[in-house]
């Protein structure tokens, strides 16, 4: 098991700084016998000039009101709040490059009805970025993700969760790194927890929103497409026309970008290191840390210097 904490560990609960070997949870919460509670997974990385970044935290904290608001639960926290508790919550944890779990859950309540109030918890761990040169071998899940006529499936929501396992169990039952879920129409969906991309003849393709977790990794890809040129196309697609494909990946704030190997025994033919696909990785992982950022604001202090002079 990983070590999330130790003793000297702190929280933001409620308002609060406190160590996480003392914040407490009631037994009798909704949210654990139900998994009616909502969160986000958000990262922080140490940039290039040795700061510590919360990487698209607005948009993160954003998502976390609308799953909340999605699920009918009380949220009274602005994302500015929550931002500034959480980079005290990495100073004083001593992180930069860290994993941030905010929750926000309900009280002790057996009942389906709704609550007055929510409560907060946002945990940090340690967590090295990615190098990307792992490829998946991935299987595609017998399970399908939650019909969005059955939950608000864009919702970050615990529940939703179920499902994630049970997929990634079984495609690490059967040998595989992960899964690839269909959707209720047998559609290509996304993973247990990251969103797909393909690429063909230099083209990505996405699954199109409206079945999946609009993830804020897949809206900077689609960013950085437009930003590097490369056609890229959000569109419903079968696991067949993936077997077509030159190179897959998965993109989550956890995950990052990571590329396939193969799904099933469909071996992707691209070399990665060829692929438009990694050229993407290789921007992301520059973004995350502020790479473009330095050279943007070393050539604004050249203007400035020039203009100086
Ligand atoms: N889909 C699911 C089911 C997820 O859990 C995640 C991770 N939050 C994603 C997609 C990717 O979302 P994001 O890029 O916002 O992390």
């Not at 040129?229 to 956890?254: S, Y």
Request: hydrophobic share 40%.
């Amino acid at each position: 098991m990983a070590n999330y904490y130790n003793e000297n560990t702190v929280v933001y609960w409620n308002g609060d700084v406190v160590k996480a070997t003392e914040a407490k949870m009631d037994l009798y919460s909704q949210s654990l016998h139900y998994g009616y509670s909502v969160f986000e997974g958000i990262r922080s990385y140490k940039t290039v000039n040795g700061d510590t970044k919360i990487f698209k935290e607005v948009e993160h904290y954003d998502r976390l009101r609308r799953s909340a608001e999605a699920l009918n639960m009380p949220y009274h926290w602005t994302t500015k709040q929550l931002i500034d508790a959480t980079y005290e919550v990495l100073k004083r944890n001593n992180l930069q490059d860290a994993y941030i779990r905010p929750v926000v859950y309900a009280p002790a309540n057996m009942k389906f009805d709704t609550n007055e109030r929510s409560f907060i918890v946002i945990e940090t761990w340690l967590m090295q970025p990615f190098l990307g040169e792992k490829l998946l071998r991935v299987m595609t899940s017998s399970f399908q993700r939650p019909n969005p006529k059955g939950f608000r499936i864009h919702a970050k929501a615990a529940g939703h969760y179920v499902n994630s396992l049970l997929a990634s169990q079984e495609a690490k039952a059967n040998g595989y790194d992960e899964a690839l879920l269909l959707d209720m129409n047998n559609y290509v969906a996304e993973a247990p927890g990251a969103n797909f991309f393909y690429e063909k003849d230099g083209k990505l393709f996405t699954p199109a929103l409206g079945n999946i977790l609009p993830g804020i990794t897949r809206a900077t890809i689609l960013d950085l497409c437009n930003e590097l040129n490369i056609p890229v196309e959000e569109r419903f697609f079968t696991v067949e026309e993936l077997k077509k494909a030159d190179a897959a990946f998965f993109c989550g704030t956890g995950a990052e970008v990571i590329g396939f190997e193969s799904l099933d025994d469909y071996k992707f033919p691209l070399k990665w290191n060829d692929s438009v696909s990694r050229e993407l990785q290789v921007a992301y992982m520059k973004l995350v840390r502020d790479d473009l950022g330095k050279t943007q604001r070393h050539e604004d202090t050249k203007k400035h210097k020039e203009a100086a002079v």
